[in-house]
């Protein structure tokens, strides 16, 4: 009998939920949240102001940790996961490019792409080589050696980019990657992350454009810290909606009843 293949998900989020504040301050940021992304996936989510589209990020990153609910990395719940393990898995297999792109303004171009293999046990001299080849790659090769401060906007967020990659993370997480670009470099920007989304890398974006959601395979809205839709090659699912069956003759007969 052909063996039935069953896709695991990268990130599985169960019930999650994200509390800031205590007493009448306390409010829930991720609210009763479930999502399942698989491997390769491109998911767009967009959604108004204070929705918690960072909060949800950054608890996908491991940046942060959720109050309440499961979160599966690769199968495992992070939530068993030490501390150092917790970083390691944060190193090994998530890029993160921020909303404001957070470069290191003391270190120039090349130290800053090449800070993330700091914490994976790469040599110095092989961290510098690889982070020019991913320079290169961004083509940047010509300001290794600018600092931050020397850039434009579309360039400090292609070394931020380069960065997210350098250690080749099977994740990358982008929260408004081209919120502070013109069009021109978003689009590159776009053209960029489209590129790895074709290389397998699964890519969850934070975005306010609509016009950049046509890159996404997997658009998601999200309101007042929950899924509000979830569109999926052309299909709606609306969240807690029962999966649709074709209706039995009994059911078809009782609605030309109650049509007539
Ligand atoms: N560290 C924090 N302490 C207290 N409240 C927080 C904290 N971080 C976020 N919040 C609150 O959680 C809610 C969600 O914030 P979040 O930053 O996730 O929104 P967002 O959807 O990313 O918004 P934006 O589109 O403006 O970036 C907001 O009401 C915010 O005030
Ligand atoms: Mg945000």
Redesign the pocket.
Known sequence: MAKKIVKEPVIELLALEKR??FGDAE?L?IDNLDLRVEKGEFIAIM?P???????LLNIIGLLDTPSDGDYRLDSQSVESLSHIKRAHARAKKIGFVF?DFNLIERMNVIENVALPLTYSGVSPTKRLGLASKMLANFHLSEREYYMPWQLSGGQTQRVAIARALVNKPAILLADEPTGNLDSKSSHIIMEELSELHKRGNTIIM?T?NPDLTTYASRVITMLDGKIDTDTKEDKVVEKNSAPKRPLSIKQRKAIKRKKK
């Open positions: 800031f504040g409010h940021a959604g102001s204070g929705c918690g589209k960072t909060t909303q934070v306010h």
